[in-house]
């Protein structure tokens, strides 16, 4: 597939501002149950607001990526069969639910709704964050499952492009709150830090067991099943046209060489971050300088994700003539 | 339920791009408004087509065959295209099967060419809608036209009949006749989408001549030559033959 960039904008930022989102979050839950110092309501009004510019940054690249953005709000009729129709709705709703819950703390809306039994309160933040954490994980299993579910693209047709979608997001978020907390609230700068590493290595993981499956994909269609015709050697002399088309454009990335970006990728997106971290866990210029590499390395991730998927109509386009 | 589909014949086409050009002329003159074209007369030409003709070479040299290979959108049984759409401007027909794209709906996301393993939409770069062959559904409930030439505008460019017309679903019609008698199959069967258009195979007629069916039978000296000829006084068939 040829990468586009308003597409590859709209997941790494989107993924951020979700992972982001979720460790505001975990980190009001840690301190709901006293295993992290109360912070102030400013600092996850602040921590929303940052989240929320970059999911709006994020829908913003996504209309670049459309021939008629003005009919955009068509997208969300077709929610039953089309995960890209999920997507359109759980986006805004998860951006609502962030800027509630920004707002909530800002206003310090923090009216006791029910205590648990153990004497912790639940308030609204709580409840708006919890139906936050939902959204958030909805909307990643939507990005995800938009490629996903496309059988023909077999890279991608596969659990674990839900599975990195959420990771490398929330390792990403997990960095930026790192970064965050750094300037805002030193004290819980390490606390996101080691979620972030702990998100980093299983992405790691799960990202590395992706390229090795695609590795060792073999395709299912051929040129054989293509036309029908069953003969071993079979060589297209014409595609039907010489000057390229739709077809020749948007199927293929036209890099030379795709080897030069996996090393790049794994190395800035988790190599990178990872000696960092391991440098210091609370300097805002090291926790600041991992999350340019680390987003630099998940545009490059996200290059390869999409240029890495071969889509079978390229068979019907090999020889230009 | 009909299915509407084309069946073309790979043993009869001989690669014109007749079908091309007269799917361009048809579709780019309709309401739905021009198939629009870049550059169309420099260097680089691109432009949007609803059926392209492709050429293949089978076989290594000697033993060679061209086959060229028209390709257009399949109208699958299961499109894999509709589902995905998020807007609902792909979509497919009850009445007939034929597969969709309202342009008035279509925010021109290109999510349903990547759900087509067959490549067979395309986007149009000025009008920023996808588009794709419309099996001339403008064409061929035009009662204005005569009945002969309600059909797809490829159909009846064909100089040699390699493609039919009609309703695969319909037992007794050409389309299913011409699929069941002479092997016609679908392409990528592996994906399960059971494309409506289906190919008719290279057919082969070889002539088998036996031994026996050289010599006359009659001739049990296998010595040829000519029948002694009658005496004049034989009674013949008519007064026409020999003498």
Known sequence: MNPAFSVIFLTTLIGAGQGLFLALFTGQSYALFNLLPKQEGGFYAAGSFISLILLAAGLGASFFHLGHPERAWRAASQWRTSWLSREVIVLPAFMGAVFCY?????????SVLAVLPGGTVIDLTVVLGILGTLLAFLLFVCTGMIYACLRFLREWHSPLTVVN???????????LAALFASL???????????????LMLLGLVSRSAALIRNHRLRPKSTLQTAIGIKHPRIVQKSMGFMGGSFNTREFSHGAASLRSIKPAFLLLAFGAPLILFAVSFSNPILL???????????????????????HPQNLYYQTLG | MTQLALVIDLNVCVGCHACVTS??????????????DERPYEAEPTGTFFNRVQTFEVGEFPATETVHFPKSCLHCEDPPCVPVCPTGASYKRKEDGIVLVDYDKCIGCKYCSWACPYGAREIDEKQKVMKKCTLCVDRIYDLSLAEIDRKPACVKACPTSARLFGDIHDPESTVSKAIRENGGY????????????????????????????????????????????????????DDITSW
């Not at chain 1, 920004?102 to 923090?110: C, I, S, V």
């Not at chain 2, 082969?204 to 000519?226: A, M, V």
């Open chain 1, 165 to 175: 979608f959420i990771l490398l997001g929330g390792a990403s978020g997990f960095i």
């Open chain 1, 184 to 198: 805002s609230a030193p004290e819980l700068a390490p606390f996101f830090a080691v979620w972030a590493i702990i």
């Open chain 1, 102 to 110: 920004g707002l909530a703390h800002w206003m310090g809306w923090q």
């Open chain 2, 186 to 237: 679908a392409l990528m069967p592996e994906w399960g989408t059971q494309p409506a258009n289906h190919y008719l195979p290279r057919r082969k007629t070889h002539l088998r001549i036996h031994e026996d069916e050289l010599e006359r039978s009659s001739n049990p000296l296998r010595i040829d030559g000519l029948l002694p000829k009658p005496g004049k006084s034989e009674p013949s068939l």
């Open chain 2, 23 to 36: 799917c361009k002329e048809w579709n780019t003159s309709g309401d739905a408004g021009p198939l629009c």
């Open chain 1, 288 to 310: 600041g300088l991992a999350f340019v590499l680390h987003y630099c390395g998940l545009l490059a991730e996200r290059w390869f994700f999409f240029a890495e998927a071969n």
